[in-house]
């Protein structure tokens, strides 16, 4: 395939080129890309903002990691910030630093994904920047989102006694992370194999690795992740929880305290804990957890149950609700009570099947580790 070289187009010229034909759909946008600066316009509601920064290296992987899915997860994982805080998000402004080795093609992919997510979850892409980079792909997202002042739900509301609960399942982005690093490590070693070489070829962009002529025919990667289908998706593909949102306020529950589940179960309980001034106690028997992440866990030798506590990229919503909704959380689909708040003084605590404590520790996803 052809790869046109982005310094043909040039900076605005590539900024022209991904964005030409997006057009706002939402009704609180009221100008977005083409000027100095997008125009909104909320009406009375509260505006709320959120940004994450991923860096390639540190936070994906372009040997696995498609662009497409790279794109639609960096514009997801801030669509669930916004849920997150009980609101809805309108808004995406992306700037990205882009090195040498990515043509207007790649982009294109990122591109690509970034606008299925908006088209998907309702969000109008009004601006962002581009530059260039010595370190490879930096994406930088912005997300503007809108809820009713007495909506919002921070993390610092919960209460003794309030029921703790969690949407989906957890820990299986993390194993199909741990899956796509093992047949990384596997492809390697078999193709240095294959050549009688030490060194590996350098990685193409876009989950295609470069220097065909040395890889070894005999490895098969489908074969490693077939029937895993479920746990790669969810770490190249995440989904916020936007449909929780519309049934938490269609049951009539607002919660007392909310996160997502970005960092780990356990770094997330310690923030709301911390903020609300709580302890909590969650049952390691009530942790949702999917069938092909256990298996995967048993493959590797590892524990489930701190997979699920501290694996990160879940994306899914861990929130507090008083005991008397209780009734009306029941029949909320996808919504999990795994535990409750208690007093400060109990500590934040895991409650292991035979019944002992264990004391929560932060151990999710650090990136200054």
């Not at 992987?61 to 910030?81: I, T």
């Amino acid at each position: 395939m052809a790869r046109t070289d982005i310094s043909t187009l040039g900076e605005f010229g590539l900024i022209r080129h991904l964005t030409q034909d997006i057009r706002p759909k939402d009704n609180t946008t009221k100008y977005g890309i083409g000027d100095d600066a997008a125009v909104l316009d909320f009406k009375g509601y509260q505006t709320l903002v959120t940004s994450d920064i991923l860096l390639e290296g540190i936070h994906f992987n372009l040997e696995y990691v498609p662009l497409k899915h790279l794109g639609y997860k960096a514009a997801v994982v801030n669509f669930s910030d916004i849920y997150a805080m009980n609101g809805r998000p309108t808004q995406l402004i992306v700037s990205l630093g882009v090195s040498k080795r990515f043509c207007v093609e790649d982009l294109e992919e990122l591109y690509a994904g970034i606008r299925l997510a908006c088209e998907l979850y309702g969000v109008d892409i009004v601006g962002g920047d581009t530059t260039s980079s010595m370190t490879g792909l930096t994406i930088a997202v912005t997300c503007i989102g809108e809820a009713k002042k007495e909506d919002i739900v921070y993390r610092n509301g919960a209460k003794v006694n309030d029921l703790i609960c969690c949407t989906g399942n957890l820990g299986a982005a993390y194993m199909g992370l741990q899956l796509l690093e093992r047949e990384r490590a596997v492809f390697h070693s078999s193709n240095a194999a294959s050549t009688g070489s030490n060194h590996n070829s350098p990685p193409n962009v876009g989950g295609v690795p470069a220097g065909g002529g040395g890889i070894n025919p005999s490895y098969d990667p489908q074969r490693a992740f077939e029937g895993r289908e479920y746990i790669l998706e969810r770490q190249l593909k995440p989904e916020a929880r936007k449909d929780v949102i519309a049934a938490l306020k269609k049951a009539g529950i607002r919660p007392t305290s909310m996160m997502d589940i970005s960092d780990g179960l356990s770094s997330e309980l310690l923030h709301i804990c911390t903020q609300s001034g709580v302890g909590c106690a969650v049952y390691a028997d009530k942790l949702p957890i999917d069938y092909q992440s256990a298996a995967m866990a048993e493959e590797l030798n590892m524990d489930i149950v701190t997979c699920a506590l501290n694996g990160g990229e879940d994306y899914e919503l861990l929130f507090t609700i008083d005991q008397k909704d209780y009734e009306r959380i029941i029949p909320v689909e996808d919504v999990n009570i795994i535990g409750y708040i208690q007093k400060p003084e109990f500590g934040c605590n895991l409650i292991g099947r035979n019944g002992e404590e264990i004391a929560l520790k932060a151990q999710g996803f650090n990136a200054f580790e």
